[in-house]
Nanobody, 123 residues
Framework: QVQLVESGGGLVQAGGSLRLSCAAS????????MGWLRQVPEKEREFVAAISWSGGSTYYKDSVKGRFTISRDNAKNTLYLQMNSLKPEDTAVYYC????????????????WGQGTQVTVSS
């Protein structure tokens, strides 16, 4: 199995930036695609971003394109999400995800996910 631990969440004003990190451990030798999902209370979990194992291909939710950047460092078994120009509607619990297929992450059914980190954007 794979264990994922997110960090870097917090409170920021609209227009500010945050950088989320996800440390992976366990069976990380598997060539997993990775990504980020987010969820707010009483709303459906939604896809945010994903990246291929090599880092050569990235995918984003339309509303975050141009503002968020996903990246990974396989040597450190770490995934990142740089979030700029944050908006109040970005407020959510952000979950790191890993899966054999990018489509599984895009459809918010990854094989593995972390405990989540809270991101709050104030007006």
């Amino acid at each position: 199995q794979v264990q994922l631990v997110e960090s870097g969440g917090g409170l920021v004003q609209a227009g500010g930036s945050l950088r989320l990190s996800c440390a992976a451990s366990g069976r990380t030798s598997r060539n997993y695609a990775m990504g980020w999902l987010r969820q707010v209370p009483e709303k459906e979990r939604e896809f945010v971003a994903a990246i291929s194992w090599s880092g050569g291909s990235t995918y984003y939710k339309d509303s975050v394109k141009g503002r968020f950047t996903i990246s990974r460092d396989n040597a450190k078994n770490t995934l990142y999400l740089q979030m700029n120009s944050l908006k109040p509607e970005d407020t959510a619990v952000y979950y790191c995800a890993a899966s054999s297929f990018i489509a599984s992450i895009q459809n918010h059914i990854p094989e593995y996910w972390g405990q989540g980190t809270q991101v709050t954007v104030s007006s």
